[in-house]
C-alpha cells in the first residue's frame, strides 16, 4: 500500500517561506509524476504543483512566481518550498502520485497569520 507523509507545516506569518516535505512509502517515485494539491477551509482541494519523472514543473496561478516542486528521489520525497505566504494559501497541503488508486494521506496543516 502506498503511504504519502506530509510534513513542515504550522503557524507561520505572513511573508515567511516554509519548506513542506512528502515521504512516499511503498513504492518508487523515480518515474512518477508527483503533485502538490491543499485545500482551504470550505473549499475544494485543488492542484498547487506538478513535477514529472524528468524534472519538467507546472503550477497553478497562485503558485506561480512563489511555490518551487522539487524532489529526491534517492530520499523518495517530493518537497514544496513555498515563499512569501499570504493568509490565503492557509490549507491542508497533500501530496500524492498521480493515478488513481492512491489514498490521501493526513497533510500538514499550514495556517499564515499574524
Known amino acids: 500500500q502506498v503511504q504519502f507523509v506530509e510534513s513542515g507545516g504550522g503557524l507561520v506569518q505572513p511573508g515567511d517561506s516554509p519548506r513542506l516535505s512528502c515521504i512516499v512509502r511503498g513504492t518508487d517515485i523515480s518515474m512518477a509524476v508527483m503533485g502538490w494539491y491543499r485545500q482551504a477551509p470550505g473549499k475544494q482541494r485543488e492542484l498547487v504543483a506538478v513535477m514529472t519523472n524528468d524534472g519538467s514543473t507546472s503550477y497553478a496561478e497562485v503558485a506561480k512566481g512563489r511555490f518551487s516542486i522539487s524532489r529526491d528521489n534517492a530520499k523518495n520525497t517530493v518537497y514544496l518550498q513555498m515563499n512569501n505566504l499570504k493568509p490565503e494559501d492557509t490549507a491542508v497541503y497533500y501530496c500524492?502520485?498521480?493515478?488513481?488508486?492512491?489514498?490521501w494521506g493526513r497533510g500538514t496543516q499550514v495556517t499564515v497569520s499574524s
Open positions: 500524492k502520485l498521480s493515478g488513481p488508486g492512491y489514498s
